[in-house]
């Protein structure tokens, strides 16, 4: 089945203990993105990827690192969470045919609380 | 700087009655505008985006470039449109990877 996947699903952490989330498609995607969504915020962009080893940042990168080196993965790290990082997160895979935007297949969400 | 607006939190109708949800862009260049649904219990999933000029779900969507809009109408709602919903914005070039949601609008449909 294609689909993206998110591990894991629910995660309570404390101030500074890194932790990795990890993303994976299986749709041979060029394109692949991190949001958090907040409350009154809607989603927002926190970095993207459009190829293996091309990242870039979105509107919100500042605690957030990723890397792409295989097309399929694209895990987001936060290297010392804070509790403003509490959110619900969502990973996104597309094509990227000719550089235009396509449907982006979004995750189940993974729903990270800092304390 | 780029922006979407979706002026609605929570849009109430009643079964039947038409449907309009607001969404006000702010972009310089060309831009391609997006609305995704989230249904209760299902992933965020693309309705339509205006390139497509497609009808989804009964569900259409006009890019006013005049009044910087995209709003998403559907002339009779039904109980099973009840989501929240998102406007996006990318950029037309095609260059950047960059998308912006806007604060999304819960549309709930009564019976």
């Known amino acids: 089945e294609a689909q993206v996947t998110q591990n894991p699903r629910y995660l309570i952490t404390v101030t500074g203990k890194k932790l990795t989330v990890t993303c994976s498609q299986n749709m041979n995607h060029e394109y692949m993105s991190w949001y958090r969504q907040d409350p009154g915020l809607g989603l927002r962009q926190i970095y993207y990827s459009m190829n293996v080893e091309v990242t870039d940042k979105g509107d919100v990168p500042e605690g957030y690192k990723v890397s792409r080196k295989e097309k399929r993965n694209f895990p987001l790290i936060l290297e010392s969470p804070s509790p403003n990082q509490t959110s619900l997160y969502f990973c996104?895979?597309?094509?990227?045919?000719?550089?235009?935007?396509?449907?982006?297949?979004f995750g189940p969400g993974t729903r990270l609380t800092v304390l | 700087a780029q922006r979407v607006t979706q002026p609605e939190k929570l849009l109430s109708v009643f079964k039947g009655a038409p449907v309009e949800l607001k969404c006000n862009y702010s972009y310089s260049g060309s831009p391609e505008l997006f609305w995704y649904v989230q249904y209760s219990r299902q992933r965020l999933q693309l309705l339509l985006r205006h390139i497509s000029r497609e009808s989804i779900k009964g569900f259409t969507a006009d890019l006013n470039k005049g009044e910087t809009s995209f709003h998403l109408k559907k002339p009779f709602a039904q109980e099973e449109d009840s989501a929240m919903y998102y406007c996006?914005?990318?950029?037309?070039?095609?260059?950047?990877?960059?998308?912006?949601f806007g604060q999304g609008t819960t549309l709930q449909v009564k019976p």
């Open positions: 996104a895979s597309s094509l990227w045919e000719g550089g235009g935007y396509n449907e982006q297949f």
């Open positions: 996006a914005l990318a950029h037309g070039s095609g260059n950047t990877g960059k998308l912006i």
